[in-house]
């Protein structure tokens, strides 16, 4: 890691007219300090001034964690102990009570921080800081596009040992936990679960449950891990032993509806016409109103990132964006399917990082 | 889960002379309706008025989730769908243009939140929700005290089964992969662990690493789980097939260290004593350089919660509360020690929860 995003961050700080962006334990802290703090009720803290050498605020105990992770080379480590004042601290170093000024916080830092921040500095305005990372986040470096490359591989092989754990008479926790061995034995640590057996599947964020797989379920089975920093994200279809009826034509539907959509990507073009791509589909087949989520959303130290591929967003396009496109369709107390893949916007179109077929597999 | 802990929260949200307390996803959320919101982009709200209904706002795709926990039965649930703005939905339901107000947000709710509605109600005051709950969560109920002494009987079982663990040749995160099984085993989830073998345990916040054990390492073993929504959180100290030098006698000062401090519990008394009559014992023998952090944190719904057993905090025990006692000390480079034990403050003194000898445990 080097000081390029630092640099890249404090002149954005600079051009968003802010004296300082303050950034807490987060995918944000990630990405500029490569430090993967623990949010929790004691503060450990970024400051980025617009000039000047940022400094990383950490409680005591966190001190040997912090320097682990080599933020330490990037900037200076400043400590608080037990008995100190930590918000106290930072507001002394920010204040000029001649120009109070305005700073920006991470999304994620706790309200608790930033509500004693603006007790500490009336008079400075508080705004959100994930305008200010979002220019440097939401376009990848080629170091950021092969680790999305190499992630995206890594879950395919575990995808690929999927049809194996399917059996019916076993539960989604038990699937899940062969998963979650898998996921790690692939990754750094997992991201995220699910498996949607038969009626599960149409709930898009049911995690996992005692449910018992039967033949003629149908499986959504969505995971993620992380490794080096970027994470996975992948959703495909399974049935157990044969195909519940009437799923066979579902999919098809959505299979060209996925595949519309990736071929829709292509820079210049707005994030919501990628969304339309998919949703025209599935309209179109009659299926509209069962599909009730977002087609997509960025992804790369966070999960869930910049861009998100959604009615009204009108960005547009670049190189370098990744981000998910995963249409699906939910049939209440039946079954659902969603296909997921991670796609690069590349110079004129999209490239795939997930190559697992996309027809339903059948399982057990 | 009844409504009592919702009128509760309602009468304080009145006698803190506030309109609404407005609680995300976390530990308030599910000790209010029992309902384990994953935190987000995505905004899930609890809006909790002085006057009136609560009602809780979820994205549409966890409105299953959320009537799956049965939070449903207590609130109404509104979603808003992909495409809806929920600052702006939940702004417009606490609007009174003519009378801005003061809301409290939950602690841990994101900034980004925060900052949108502090846009979206210009005029009106924000404040911290801790202090609005806070009363309520730190003494805790019959039922509580019950989960809470269940959960530490769990915690126990797992510490029974370290020694076999801890051989030679192992490493951190070999031993760390067992726990997880074991702690699952005897929980619903696991909250943490900290294997801090030979030098690794003189970083109080280690988690596990590569290092393998070897014959003469002292290992601090400090892990915790949920079971039914309550934490355990509990610390033993173990050496592979001998003790290295000299920890035998820092050991034995951290045990009275801790067992004084443990003696010291009753109603009445300032969490701050609780934490000298700890730092005292470990002073006089010569260690107080390397005792670097508070003597403990409260436990309940989240690990770490109020009151904390720390310099400075005046507050006085109270019959109902909880939490650990965990003096260490911490020897740069060579090793780290640290007990710790749950404890309830009963009508005149403490209750132990964690029951494990608190000894130097040889393994391997």
Known sequence: MDRRRLDAAQAAVRSHGLDALLVGPSADLRYLVGYDAHAMERLTLLVLPGEGDPWLLVPELEAPAARASGADQLVELRSWDETEDPVALV????????????????DRLFSVFTLALQEALPG??????????????????????????AVGAAIDRVHAEVPGLLRAGRTEAEVARDLGELILSEHDEVAFIIVGSGPNG????HAVSDRVLAPGDAVVVDIGGVKDGYCSDMTRNYAVEHLPAGYAELHAVLEQAQDTAVRAVAPGVPAAAIDAAAR????????????????????????????????????LLAQ?????????????????????????????GAERVNHRPRTVLLAG
Chains 1, 2 share one sequence.
């Open 124 to 149: 400075t305005g508080f705004r959100s800081g994930g305008p200010v990372l979002r220019a440097l986040r939401i376009r990848k470096d080629p170091a950021e596009l092969v680790a999305l490359r």
């Open 202 to 205: 149409a709930s898009p964020h």
């Open 280 to 315: 025209d589909v599935i309209s179109a087949a009659g299926y509209g109103e069962r599909f009730i989520h977002r087609t997509g959303h960025g992804i790369g130290v966070d999960v869930h990132e910049d861009p998100y591929i959604v009615g009204g967003n009108e960005e």
């Open 91 to 106: 507001a002394r170093e920010l204040t000029d009570p001649a120009a109070p000024g305005a700073v920006a916080v991470s």
């Open 320 to 348: 370098g964006m990744a981000f998910s496109v995963e249409p699906g369709i939910y049939v209440p107390d039946r079954y659902g399917a969603r296909i997921e893949d991670i796609v690069l916007v590349t110079e004129d």
